[in-house]
């Protein structure tokens, strides 16, 4: 059983920052994948960035530039700094874990809301 929880989201003007983490628990491999998801209200989940146990990192086109994805595998903890926020950034963030993809485990999700 692995668990995976988020912390960190909440209201952010456009153009701030917020930082996300998150801890990971029970049964994780150290060769999962991590990623960070993201769900608006009425659209489908999509990654916004992933990243391997080795540290090669992929990222959403709609975000390059602007979050930076990091890991702390003495941890188990993977973050998200996100700058420069923009009012379609707004969403319930979740945290995925798996091998090959971070799609096996899913944490609960933390709302990020960017008001304009």
């Known amino acids: 059983q692995v668990q995976l929880v988020e912390s960190g989201g909440g209201l952010v003007q456009a153009g701030g920052s917020l930082r996300l983490s998150c801890a990971a628990s029970?049964?994780?491999?150290?060769?999962?994948?991590m990623g960070w998801y993201r769900q608006a209200p009425g659209k489908e989940r999509l990654m916004v960035a992933g990243?391997?146990?080795?540290?090669?990192?992929t990222y959403a086109d709609s975000v390059k530039g602007r979050f930076t994805i990091s890991r702390d595998n003495a941890k188990n903890t993977v973050y998200l700094l996100m700058n420069n926020l923009k009012p379609e950034d707004t969403a319930v963030y979740y945290c995925?874990?798996?091998?090959?993809?971070?799609?096996?485990?899913w944490g609960q999700g933390t709302q990020v809301t960017v008001s304009s």
């Open positions: 995925g874990a798996g091998y090959p993809l971070p799609h096996d485990y």
């Open positions: 029970g049964s994780i491999s150290s060769n999962n994948a």
């Open positions: 990243i391997t146990n080795g540290g090669v990192t």
